[in-house]
Nanobody, 123 residues
């Protein structure tokens, strides 16, 4: 059982930056594909970014490409999401998730989820 705990969310002005972190309890963290997803009020949970076991390849939703960067530190059992040039439409609860290979952007295929961290972008 993999336990995931997100942190780093908060209130930020449009154009600003935030860095989310997700710490995993699993000693074999590098066995897992790690993804970030988000859910805005009244909307379904959607894919944001995913990273393979050792840092590459990575994939991004078109809406965040060029603004967000996913990375991981297997020595710290942590995955990150650097979010730059934030927009109002980035407001959502952000979740990290884990699965065993293969890599996928499909929300339904992720077995383990964190509790989420809220991000609010204001004008």
């Amino acid at each position: 059982q993999v336990q995931l705990v997100e942190s780093g969310g908060g209130l930020v002005q449009a154009g600003g930056s935030l860095r989310l972190s997700c710490a995993a309890s699993e000693r074999t963290f590098s066995n897992y594909i790690m993804g970030w997803f988000r859910q805005a009020p009244g909307k379904e949970r959607e894919f944001v970014a995913v990273i393979s076991r050792f840092g590459g390849p990575t994939y991004y939703a078109d809406s965040v490409k060029g603004r967000f960067t996913i990375s991981r530190d297997n020595a710290k059992n942590t995955v990150y999401l650097q979010m730059n040039s934030l927009k109002l439409e980035d407001t959502a609860v952000y979740y990290c998730a884990a699965k065993r290979p293969p890599i996928t952007t499909n929300t339904d295929e992720y077995a383990y989820w964190g509790q989420g961290t809220p991000v609010t972008v204001s004008s």
